[in-house]
T-cell receptor, first 113, second 112 residues
Framework: AQSVAQPEDQVNVAEGNPLTVKCTYS??????LFWYVQYPNRGLQFLLK??????LVKGSYGFEAEFNKSQTSFHLKKPSALVSDSALYFC???????????FGRGTSLIVHP | EAGVVQSPRYKIIEKKQPVAFWCNPI?????LYWYRQNLGQGPELLIR????????DSQLPKDRFSAERLKGVDSTLKIQPAELGDSAVYLC??????????FGPGTRLTVL
């Protein structure tokens, strides 16, 4: 079985400060890891993914994530937060070769002006 | 390029009534997913299609839910009869194989 944990329901950060949204996972075999963002009344939008290669993955809108195999983590980061980054962020994992992702519960990111 | 299209965006029905949701995936995407997202939760897979074949449907409550993807393009998800607990957002997504998924805006279903 595969699972994802997003330990924080909400993350608050001031505009211009760095942000981190945490994600840990459990999966058999090599993981495929994804981050998606959801704005109000919208579907999920892909941000970035890790399949293989460099542990540091760069994605859309200045976001990046670091794959840490020993800690089974895939935290989302951004050096300087914008108010427009405020949204719901979902981490997802699927085992290599599987088409079925498991999503976390989501973390609400609030960036204060 | 058009994204994933879903309709309707909102639906309010009384319990025991039928309801249907429609999805048109991104052109050329062979894999189509239907998810249910409850408030405060991540999406949960209901069914996955590879072209016109349903290949993962273990989470689909088959006593009341059905789905089809004729000709391997657009898809319809149906609930009959609807129950109060079916109130949720129903998301459709498509992808090329194991790549990232592209989601539609969803249909928010309210069952009264």
């Amino acid at each position: 079985a595969q699972s994802v944990a997003q330990p924080e329901d909400q993350v608050n950060v001031a505009e211009g400060n760095p942000l981190t949204v945490k994600c840990t996972y459990s999966v058999s075999g090599n993981p495929y890891l994804f981050w998606y963002v959801q704005y109000p009344n919208r579907g999920l939008q892909f941000l970035l993914k890790y399949i293989t290669g460099d542990n540091l993955v760069k994605g859309s809108y200045g976001f990046e994530a670091e794959f840490n195999k020993s800690q089974t983590s895939f935290h989302l980061k951004k050096p300087s937060a914008l108010v427009s980054d405020s949204a719901l962020y979902f981490c997802a994992v699927q085992s290599g070769g599987s088409y079925i992702p498991t999503f976390g519960r989501g973390t609400s990111l609030i960036v204060h002006p | 390029e058009a994204g994933v299209v879903q309709s309707p965006r909102y639906k309010i029905i009384e319990k025991k009534q039928p309801v249907a949701f429609w999805c048109n995936p991104i052109s050329g995407h062979n894999t189509l997913y239907w998810y249910r997202q409850n408030l405060g939760q991540g999406p949960e897979l209901l069914i996955r299609y590879e072209n016109e074949e349903a290949v993962d449907d273990s989470q689909l409550p088959k006593d009341r839910f059905s789905a089809e993807r004729l000709k391997g393009v657009d898809s319809t998800l149906k609930i009959q009869p609807a129950e109060l607990g079916d109130s949720a957002v129903y998301l459709c997504a498509s992808s090329l194989g194991l790549a990232e998924q592209f989601f539609g805006p969803g249909t928010r279903l309210t069952v009264l």
